[in-house]
């Protein structure tokens, strides 16, 4: 995967321009500005709320009712974090506090460093192996506190 291009204004208005004439456009557009800068920004909802004639207060309810968009660029390093029923009873909730806790954020946060984004997924498919959780596209099963880390040095060697 390659790295997100740096936010622009007019690029970010292309992609609106090449996507507007979709049926149910916002989301065709929300998805391609995220696959581009990695997030959308702020800036874009009058942008696209211009080009679709939405209010800024509809492009922004989808924004936030979607959790996978981001409204600021992710970490270097991208941790999904299980919280379904079978990783549940395996005691992920206690072991998401424990990591949480040592990177120092909340959920959907990122690492003062910029390396580490932490997001909440409810279902890995990795039931059997739980807790999981992926960084990036790497599974983690059996997951502990001490595993998270040694994965996250590894990854960034």
């Not at 040592?102 to 890995?124: F, Q, S």
Request: charged share 20%; aromatic share 6%; with cysteine.
């Amino acid at each position: 995967m390659s790295s997100p291009e740096p936010w622009s204004a007019s690029r970010a208005a292309g992609i609106v321009a090449e996507h507007k004439h979709l049926e149910g456009a916002t989301l065709p557009i929300l998805h391609a500005l995220q696959e581009e800068f990695g997030y959308v920004d702020e800036a874009a909802v009058p942008i696209i709320a211009d080009a679709l004639n939405l209010s800024r207060a509809e492009v922004h309810g989808c924004i936030t009712f979607y959790h996978d968009f981001r409204k600021a660029p992710a970490g270097r390093q991208q941790v999904k974090l299980c919280r379904a029923e079978a990783c549940q009873a395996m005691g992920s909730e206690r072991l998401h506090g424990e990591i949480l806790q040592r990177l120092g954020i909340d959920w959907h946060g990122t690492t003062a460093d910029g390396e580490v984004t932490v997001e909440p997924v409810y279902c890995l498919g990795l039931c059997s192996n739980g807790p999981a959780a992926m960084i990036g596209e790497e599974p983690l099963v059996r997951l502990s506190a001490d595993s998270l880390d040694a994965a996250l040095k590894e990854s960034r060697a």
